[in-house]
């Protein structure tokens, strides 16, 4: 294994980085991967870990940043529906799901707030409207 060569961290980086590349393991082999490395001893296991390569990492931040923005829609989304079944519930289930078809998180915030101000129902369904009219385009 590479950690046992003992080589220094940039060229350890080399070797793991032309492996991840070129060494494309399939399901049974990532799994007996794994196996091995959790049989390793505890140093040796980090060293491993260590090994991430710089892509791994981005892409790591990017899932963490999408899974960030994912979770602060989705709760904007629950304020919302939470608002217009209180606010408009005779009209939940239609403000429901044009609400679920935008992404824009700003113009959820916005409408939150809209909800809370506004007492006719056809206000806030000419606002949705319009913003997934413009998400179309």
Known sequence: ???????????AHLIAGFFDQYLIL?????EQLEKEIKSLNKQEAMKVM?????????????????????GKRDGTISIINRLVQVQFPNHFHEIQEKVQ???????LENLSE???????????????DYKLELERE
């Not at 399939?26 to 990532?30: I, K, T």
């Not at 260590?50 to 790591?60: D, M, N, P, R």
């Not at 809209?114 to 206000?123: A, M, S």
């Open 1 to 11: 294994m590479i950690v046992r060569m003992e080589l220094n961290s940039a060229r």
């Open 101 to 107: 078809m935008i992404n824009d998180l700003s113009f």
């Open 50 to 70: 260590e090994l991430k390569t710089a892509w791994e990492v981005k892409a790591e931040e990017r899932g963490i940043e999408k899974g960030i923005e994912k």
């Open 26 to 30: 399939n399901e049974e082999e990532e």
């Open 114 to 128: 809209k909800i809370l101000t506004t007492k006719d129902y056809k206000d806030i369904e000419q606002w949705i």
